[in-house]
C-alpha cells in the first residue's frame, strides 16, 4: 500500500515519476545550453567496433523436464552380479512400452548397483512420480522411506513379503501362495498327510510356516518337517528321520529342481517312493525342471505359463537372448502402470489408491492384485511334471471377486 506524503498531496505512481524525471531532464538541458560560435564541420571518424561475446548456452542441470509424459523410475541392478536379471527387467519395461504403443510414459534407469538409497535420490531429484523396482529386498527397505517421504509409491520385484508396506508393494512371487495352492490342489484329490522337506534359512523359514499353515488350513496333517543344509549328506540324513513317520501320501520339497531331483531317488531307497513330490514357485523360475526324470508326476503351482511363452519369443527375437523368468515382472509392472494412468493427470503425483483395486490387474502372468499387505495376490495354475513337459492340471482363475 503506498504512502502518503506529509504535504498532503497524492503519491505519485513509479511511471508516472519516470515520465516526470525525463521531461525535467529535458528542460534543464534547454536552459543550460551555451552558445558557441560556428567552427569547420567535425571530421567523421568511423565507429569503432567491439567485439561481441559469445553467449553461452544455458545449460539444465538433470534429465530435461518432460511434460508430455509421466516419469517413471525403474531401480534395478545394471551392473555387479545381478546386472543380467536387471538387464532383462529393463528389457521388459521397454518391450511393454512398444508393444503398448504408449507415449505418455517415459521411463528412467538407475543402477541400484552401486547404492539402491542414491538411486532412489537421483530419481525423485529428477521429478519421477512412481518407482517401479527395485529387485533385493534389502534395496527394497533402503528405498522405500525416502520415497515414501516424497510422496511416491514403490512398486518392487521382489518376493520377500517383509520387505512390504510404507509405500513399497511386491509383485514378486511368494513361496506361501504357491505353497498354499498345491497343498488346496492335493486335499482335494484325496491327500491328508503330507511331510515336508526344507533348507535352512530364510526362504526355508517362510516355506515352512506357510507349509502348516497351509496343510491345517486344508484339514490335513503334517507327520513330520524336516530341515537341512544344503551341503552334501545334510538332505540325506534328513530324509532318514523323515521316514520314521511313514507314510506319506505327498511330500513338499521346498527347493530348486535341482535338489528335488537329488531327493527322490532317496526317498524311493527308505520306503517313501509312492508319495506324491509337490515343488515351490521356484520351479518355474527353472526352464529344465520338466526335463528331470525323478520329479515325473510331482505337482507345483505357479504363475501361468501360456503367455510367458509368447512374451519370451518376442523378448529373444528383440534382444537376441532368452530372457529371465522374472523379467515378467518388469513387463506387468508397465501395464499396471498404462491401466492407472487413466485416473493420473499430467504433471500430478500417481494415485496410490489405485494399486488397491480389488479387481486386480492383468498381465502375463496372469491376474494379480495388491493385499491389505502391499503383496501381490496371484491367481495360480497347478502343473505336473509329464513326459518331459508342464501339464496344467488346475487352471488358474481368470480374475478375482471384488
Not at 96 to 101: E, H, R, V
Not at 222 to 235: E, F, N
Not at 342 to 356: C, Q
Request: charged share 20%.
Amino acid at each position: 500500500m503506498a504512502e502518503r506524503d506529509t504535504t498532503g498531496q497524492r503519491p505519485i505512481g513509479f511511471k508516472r515519476l519516470l515520465r516526470m524525471a525525463a521531461i525535467a531532464g529535458a528542460v534543464a538541458l534547454a536552459g543550460c545550453q551555451t552558445v558557441v560560435p560556428r567552427g569547420p564541420a567535425p571530421v567523421k571518424r568511423p565507429p569503432v567496433t567491439r567485439p561481441v561475446q559469445p553467449q553461452q548456452p544455458v545449460v539444465e542441470q538433470g534429465i530435461p523436464t518432460d511434460t508430455q509424459r509421466h516419469r517413471v523410475a525403474l531401480l534395478v541392478p545394471l551392473s555387479g552380479p545381478n546386472a543380467g536379471v536387471g538387464q532383462s527387467l529393463a528389457n521388459a519395461t521397454q518391450m511393454a512400452l512398444l508393444d503398448s504403443k504408449n507415449e505418455r510414459i517415459r521411463i528412467t534407469s538407475y543402477d541400484t548397483a552401486t547404492g539402491a538409497a542414491l538411486a532412489a535420490q537421483k530419481a525423485l531429484a529428477d521429478g519421477n512420480q512412481l518407482i517401479l523396482g527395485p529387485l533385493l529386498a534389502d534395496d527394497v527397505r533402503a528405498v522405500a522411506p525416502i520415497a515414501h517421504r516424497a510422496g511416491v509409491p514403490v512398486v518392487s520385484f521382489s518376493n520377500d513379503a517383509t520387505a512390504a508396506g510404507n509405500g513399497a508393494y511386491l509383485m514378486g512371487y511368494v513361496p506361501a501362495q504357491s505353497i498354499g495352492r498345491v497343498v488346496d490342489y492335493a486335499r482335494e484329490q484325496g491327500v491328508t498327510t503330507f511331510g515336508g522337506l526344507v533348507p535352512n534359512g530364510t526362504y526355508g523359514q517362510r516355506a515352512s510356516t506357510a507349509f502348516l499353515r497351509a496343510v491345517e488350513s486344508a484339514g490335513g496333517q503334517v507327520a513330520s518337517l524336516q530341515t537341512y543344509d544344503r551341503v552334501p549328506g545334510s538332505i540325506t540324513s534328513a530324509i532318514i528321520r523323515m521316514s520314521k513317520s511313514a507314510p506319506y501320501q505327498a511330500i513338499l520339497i521346498a527347493d530348486g529342481g535341482n535338489a528335488a531331483s537329488a531327493a527322490v531317488p532317496v526317498l524311493r531307497k527308505n520306503g517313501m517312493g509312492g508319495a506324491r513330490v509337490l515343488g515351490t514357485e521356484l520351479w518355474n523360475s527353472e526352464s529344465s525342471i520338466a526335463s528331470k526324470p525323478a520329479l515325473e508326476g510331482a505337482w507345483f503351482a505357479s504363475v501361468s505359463d501360456g503367455l510367458y511363452r509368447q512374451y519370451a519369443a518376442r523378448y529373444r527375437a528383440r534382444f537376441g537372448a532368452a530372457p529371465f523368468r522374472l523379467s515378467s515382472l518388469g513387463y506387468d509392472s508397465v501395464l499396471l502402470t498404462i491401466r492407472i494412468m487413466r485416473d493420473w493427470p499430467m504433471g500430478a503425483a500417481f494415485p496410490e489408491y489405485r494399486l488397491k483395486d480389488r479387481g486386480g490387474f492383468a498381465g502375463i502372468d496372469g491376474a494379480f492384485r495388491f493385499g491389505r499387505d502391499n503383496v501381490a495376490e496371484r491367481a495360480l495354475e497347478v502343473q505336473e511334471i509329464r513326459g518331459g513337459i508342464t501339464v496344467t492340471i488346475s487352471p488358474a482363475p481368470s480374475g478375482f471377486e471384488r
